[in-house]
């Protein structure tokens, strides 16, 4: 694995301090909220479990899955491959995300989570990646851990492939690992 990184982008260090920043953050805002937690699988898994924790208030645990199709990225369609199980009608959603990255799944996913009739939806995401914005999207995430290149990243819940979500940073793939 170690050897198809070109880079450490953001080490583990980086990545702990930075999510007990947003943990203050969250709390903060989330404080006699009671909100529902919903993490977008399966990217956030790691995420969720490290944000979750510094998140030091009541909350509800949820995931949902979502797949964009990649091939037709301007439409913004994506797909739902999981339901979620909490009735969000008057709650506080908050919605953890691995990347930011065209906007499409987050879009889709907060269109159909906001006709519930939630009492907020607000989106935390672990990664932004504003170069690859889909232009016709104007949903923004409320909090962002890190600003990334126009790179592909994986590890730290983060895949290609489905390979390299375990490992503990996240780095950068070298391109070669993709053009093979
Ligand atoms: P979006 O709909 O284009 O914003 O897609 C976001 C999803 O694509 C993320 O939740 C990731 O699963 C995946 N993704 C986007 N960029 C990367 C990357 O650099 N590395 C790994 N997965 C990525
Ligand atoms: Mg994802």
């Known amino acids: ?48 479990a490290d944000m979750i924790r510094q998140i030091k208030v009541p909350c509800q645990m949820d995931f949902m899955r979502v797949s964009s199709y990649q091939g037709t990225q301007s439409t913004g369609k994506a797909v739902f491959g999981g339901k979620m199980s909490e009735n969000i009608e008057g709650r506080h959603v908050l919605i953890l995300e691995d ?12 269109n159909h989570l906001i006709q519930k009739n939630p009492a907020s939806i607000k989106i935390c995401t672990l990664l932004d990646k504003p170069s690859r914005r889909n232009p016709e999207i104007t949903l923004k995430p409320d909090w962002v851990g890190f600003e990334v290149p126009n790179a ?19 780095g950068i793939l070298k391109p070669e690992v993709y053009a093979e």
């Open 152 to 170: 592909f990243v994986v590890g730290y819940g983060l895949d290609y492939n489905e390979a390299y979500r375990n490992l503990p940073y996240i």
């Open 1 to 48: 694995m170690e050897r198809d990184i070109a880079e450490v982008l953001l080490s583990q260090e980086q990545l702990q301090t930075r999510i007990r920043e947003l943990g203050e953050i969250l709390t903060a805002e989330y404080a006699g909220k009671n909100p529902i937690v919903v993490g977008v699988l399966k990217g956030v898994v790691i995420f969720y």
């Open 99 to 110: 990347i930011f990255d065209t906007g499409n799944s987050l879009n889709f996913l907060y």
